[in-house]
């Protein structure tokens, strides 16, 4: 099993990205994936989740409507479309299946 995410960069506040997450070594279209983000020295927070099939999804309160995830089962591709950029999204942002694998994280720093 592999998860590598990429997009996280530096931002002004307001701003957007979009994270990608491309995964491999299992069927990608058949399972839920997870975004989740942490903070150094403090624990993670989950952050979306979307089904196998890419019309349920789920998200924190905190990221409600500013964030957006989604799928590409034909790319085995997971994204998370952040809009509106606040300081207190910076963190380091991984792609998570299930609870056993993780990327290796890209970081999203919020700063004018």
């Known amino acids: 099993v592999q998860l590598v995410e990429s997009g996280g960069d530096l931002v002004q506040p307001g701003g957007s990205l979009r994270l990608s997450c491309a995964a491999s070594?299992?069927?990608?279209?058949?399972?839920?994936m997870n975004w989740v983000r942490q903070v150094p020295g403090k624990g993670p927070e989950w952050v979306s989740e979307?089904?196998?099939?890419?019309?349920?999804?789920a998200y924190a309160n905190s990221v409600k409507g500013r964030f957006t995830i989604s799928r590409d089962n034909a790319k085995d591709t997971l994204y998370l479309h952040i809009n509106n950029l606040q300081a207190e999204d910076t963190a380091v942002y991984y792609c998570v299946w299930g609870l056993a694998y993780w990327g290796q994280g890209t970081q999203v720093t919020v700063s004018s």
């Open positions: 070594g299992f069927d990608f279209s058949l399972n839920t």
């Open positions: 979307i089904n196998g099939g890419g019309d349920i999804t």
